[in-house]
């Protein structure tokens, strides 16, 4: 049965799978795969990441639920036609044709019902292939098929052994070894960052050591410090493990002879109890007590844009400087910091979600517009942009001119003990500064949309109704967008004023030049919150949103006044 037919579609829905296929090194077959995904409308193919040493492809795709999952089925297939497990060699653990299959909550979908969607995929694998197949992370059906490693343990080779087991009998799909095919794990999880460690040694012993310091699983006790002395067991025989320094992290040591390196191998499972940074230079710490050298690094597959940002921002705060920067100078840090172009070139639009996504959507953006086009297009017979994006754009600029201030006077010489809290603001004033920026945007669209309602058909009764309610619909959401951005633009002055009491003296007539940006930004929302309410039905909200606009606009004069008085005086 199809995934697709046990859920009502939701396309608002999203979620990543991240398929792995023991196939690195022979193309036509990894391209045979990757087509297979791509025939299903609806499905995004981000990322595709072969391995040589690994003899392993890392493949990213997004999507709705049931469109992913219905992609997910046919590279299953795809892949246990083309690939034969029986000669299958790599450096990566594995057990099957599809080693793992994971599917990971994206957006507007919680986490158990993302494991639903990976148990009803695995059981039309398992229907349909007659692949085992085992449920591990948060669809696992038992505590002790939770963790991969578990699931996966005696790999390809002891798979026969392993289906024999009536406690390792699949969850779904036939308990019979099957030499072409193996077997695989469908679960649903939080996203996993695959992060390599480069180091300056070609020892896989001396990579595993630094991996079993860092991971959480640790090694097993023994009675001296010496590898071969005899391990701790309690009082049932069982080992006593000393567990690692780094928690949410498994890792291994092996060697990449494309590379002629060795290098820790790790699963950073939950980014948010350790991020890549804090891996990173954990790893620097403990190679060196072994003397060794953290020589660079590698992703494999893709990452979240924030994962990047938080890497950079802490290797600025580091070296004392400012986060309140572009994003682009952060993740130059982050590249640098980490030594991702160690051994090849990182590239962020083929490595980070947001920017794959964006490059495939192909969306043409004001914001991506030069000043002189942006200008021209403004000037042209077009309504749109008008007021309501330009309004957005000075807002943005104000915010702009008050993270640079923010910026110089943490990097000006002899204010050094002060850097941490002018980068605070300089990052609160880059945060208003990328929002109204998206507002330029959405303030056009917002435009279109009324432009779309009447378009819409009315020649029955019931086209007018619709067309009426469409417009209605549209006209709200056209006033609620400027009444946002004159929020963001007199929030962005709480910045601004700051800076003009405190900030790099040599810079104050920027901060007056930000508050008069700001409050015009606050000013030209209102007029199209105004114009865009007088189209609307619902009289109670149009007199609580200009109520609130009102109380906006007088607070943002009034803080326009107090800034410009602080910075006369400076100037005077």
């Known amino acids: ?31 045979q795969i990757t087509d297979s995904i791509e025939s299903v409308d609806g499905v995004t193919l981000i990322n595709v990441d072969p391995g040589k040493a690994t003899n392993r492809t890392v493949v990213t795709f997004v999507g709705s639920p049931a469109d992913v999952c219905e992609a997910a089925f046919r590279a299953v297939k795809k892949a246990s036609e083309l690939i034969d497990m029986s000669k299958h060699h790599g450096e990566h653990p594995r057990f099957g044709a599809t080693d793992v299959l994971p599917l990971i909550p994206i957006s507007n979908i919680t986490m158990d019902e993302t494991a639903e969607y990976a148990r009803l995929l695995a059981k039309r694998i398992g229907d349909e292939m007659n692949i085992p197949v085992y449920c591990y992370e948060m669809a696992a059906f038992a505590p002790q098929r939770k963790n991969l490693a578990d699931c996966r343990s005696g790999e390809y080779e002891g798979l026969k052994e392993k289906l024999s087991n009536p406690e390792w009998k699949p969850d779904f799909g036939q308990a019979e070894f099957l030499p072409k095919t193996g077997a695989i794990a469908v679960g649903a999880r939080n996203f996993l960052i695959a992060y390599n460690i ?11 050591a630094v991996a079993f310091d860092l991971r959480e699983k640790g090694r097993p006790k023994r009675e001296t410090s010496s590898p071969t002395s005899k391990k701790v067991v309690d009082e049932n025989g069982d080992e006593i493990w000393m567990p690692g320094i780094l928690k949410s992290v498994k890792a291994i040591g092996w060697f990449i002879e494309e590379y002629g390196i060795a290098q820790i191998s790790m699963n950073l499972t939950d980014i948010d109890i350790t991020p890549m940074h804090i891996a990173f230079d954990k790893a620097c710490e403990c190679a060196a007590q072994r003397g060794l050298r953290v020589t660079g690094s590698e992703l494999v597959g893709v990452v979240p844009l924030k994962a990047m940002l938080d890497a950079g921002k802490y290797f600025l705060k580091k070296q004392k400087r400012s986060a309140g920067i572009s994003d682009d100078e952060i993740l130059k840090i982050a590249i640098k910091s980490l030594g991702l172009n160690e051994l090849y070139p990182f ?32 000037a042209s017979e077009s309504p749109a942009p008008g007021g309501g994006s330009i309004a957005a754009y000075m807002g943005a600029l104000g915010s702009a001119l008050g993270a640079m201030v923010a910026n ?4 000006k010489a002899g204010w050094d003990e002060r850097w941490e809290e002018f980068s605070d603001w300089a990052e609160r004033g880059k945060t208003f500064m990328d929002a109204l920026l998206k507002k330029v945007d959405e303030d056009t669209a917002a435009f279109n949309k009324i432009m779309d309602a009447f378009a819409l058909p009315k020649k029955t009764d019931t086209e007018k109704q619709i067309r009426k309610q469409t417009i209605q619909e549209a006209t709200r959401y056209a006033t609620e967008v400027p009444l946002s951005v004159m929020q963001l633009c007199y929030d962005s002055m709480q910045v601004i004023k700051a800076m003009a009491e405190s900030g790099n003296p040599n810079s104050i007539s920027d901060a007056g030049v930000g508050a008069l ?25 149009v007199a609580e949103t200009l109520a609130k606009a009102q109380k906006i606009a007088d607070a943002a004069c009034s803080l326009e006044n107090e800034i410009l008085k602080t910075v006369e005086r400076k100037l005077n």
């Open 1 to 31: 049965m199809n995934t697709a037919s046990k859920h009502k579609a939701d396309k608002s829905q999203l979620i990543e799978c991240v398929p792995n296929f023991s196939e690195g090194r022979n193309m036509n077959i990894i391209k």
């Open 198 to 208: 480069n180091l300056n040694t070609t020892s896989v012993r001396r990579a595993n």
């Open 347 to 378: 590239d962020c639009k083929k490595k980070i979600i947001e920017y794959i996504l964006a490059e495939k959507e192909n969306k043409k953006l004001l914001t991506d517009f030069s000043l002189n086009a942006f200008a021209n297009e403004t």
């Open 408 to 411: 110089l006077s943490a990097h």
């Open 517 to 541: 940006a700001a409050r015009s930004g606050v000013l030209g929302a209102f007029l199209n919150v105004k114009i865009n309410a007088l189209g609307l039905d619902d009289k109670i909200f």
